[in-house]
C-alpha cells in the first residue's frame, strides 16, 4: 500500500485578492510511519517550547507566529520563524520519499473557465497531479485536508478521482485500483479514540507534511525566494507546469 499525502496552497480567487500561483503538491514516504513520527517528533517540540495546543500547527501559523496573539510570547519561536521551518523541511528532506507538485499561474486560465465552481477546478488540478501514481500503484491510500464543503451538483471529489484513475488505468490495460481517500482535519484526532485517533493522527500528520513542502513550493513561485524549496528539491521527482511558461518563475 503506498500512502498519498495531498496538499495545497494559493487560492483560485483570479485576481480578485488572491494569489498569483495555485500549487498542489504530495508527499509519498516509503515508510508512513517515519513520516508520521517525525511530524509526531517535531510538533511535540514546538508544543514544548511554547506553542499553543490550540493552535493548528502549519507553515503559514509558524511563518506569522509574532503576528498571532494566540502564540504566548514565551513561545521560543515567536520572533525566530527561520528556525523550525529549516528544521521541519530539513527532517522531512532525510526520510525515504518523494514529492511531486503542479504549479497553475492563474492569470493564464481562460475566462469562460474562471466561471466554473473551484472545486471543480481544483479536483481537475488533482487529477493532473494524480494520475501517475493513480496509474502505477496498485493500491494508494490517498490523505487528503478536509476542504469545505463542495456547492456543486457534479461528481464529488472521490467520485471524480475514483472515476478518472478507473478510466485511465483501463486504457493502459491495467487492473482496477484499490483507493482509499480519506479527508483529515487537524482536530478530528480529539474527535475520536482508540484505533480511529491513532489512525486520525497518521493521516493528520502526514498532510501537515504535505502542507510544509506546499509552503517552500509557493515561496519559490508567488514570492521568488528559493530558500525553502531548496531544502527539498531533491526530494522533487516531478513537477507540472500549467498554463505558462516554467523557464519564467513569473510567466510568460
Not at 521560543?76 to 522531512?92: G, N, T
Not at 493532473?128 to 478536509?146: A, I, N
Not at 498554463?243 to 513569473?250: A, E, G, R, S, T
Amino acid at each position: 500500500m503506498q500512502h498519498l499525502f495531498l496538499d495545497e496552497s494559493g487560492t483560485l480567487a483570479f485576481g480578485r485578492g488572491g494569489t498569483a500561483f495555485f500549487i498542489m503538491a504530495f508527499v509519498a514516504p516509503k515508510s508512513g510511519k517515519q513520516l508520521s513520527k517525525c511530524i509526531k517528533n517535531f510538533n511535540a517540540h514546538l508544543i514544548r517550547n511554547g506553542w499553543n495546543p490550540e493552535v493548528e500547527i502549519k507553515a503559514s501559523n509558524i511563518w506569522h507566529a509574532a503576528k498571532n496573539e494566540k502564540i504566548p510570547v514565551g513561545y521560543a519561536y515567536k520572533h525566530k520563524r527561520e528556525e523550525p521551518m529549516q528544521f521541519v523541511l530539513d527532517r522531512i528532506a532525510h526520510l525515504d520519499l518523494y514529492i511531486e507538485y503542479v504549479v497553475v499561474k492563474l492569470d493564464t486560465i481562460r475566462e469562460n473557465l474562471r466561471n466554473v465552481p473551484n472545486a471543480i477546478l481544483y479536483n481537475y488540478f488533482a487529477w493532473q497531479l494524480l494520475k501517475g501514481p493513480l496509474c502505477y500503484y496498485p493500491e494508494v491510500s490517498l490523505y487528503c485536508d478536509r476542504r469545505n464543503r463542495e456547492y456543486h451538483h457534479l461528481l464529488k471529489f472521490d467520485g471524480y478521482i475514483e472515476g478518472q484513475a478507473a478510466i485511465e488505468r483501463a486504457n493502459k490495460d491495467k487492473p482496477a485500483l484499490n483507493l482509499q481517500i480519506e479527508h483529515c482535519y487537524w482536530r478530528s484526532t480529539r474527535e475520536v479514540s482508540g484505533a480511529e485517533r491513532v489512525a486520525a493522527e497518521f493521516g493528520v500528520r502526514g498532510v501537515e507534511a504535505a502542507d510544509f513542502v506546499c509552503w517552500a513550493i509557493k515561496s519559490k513561485y508567488e514570492d521568488g525566494k528559493e530558500t525553502w524549496f531548496s531544502l527539498v528539491e531533491k526530494k522533487v521527482r516531478w513537477a507540472q507546469f500549467l498554463y505558462f511558461d516554467p523557464q519564467n518563475k513569473k510567466g510568460s
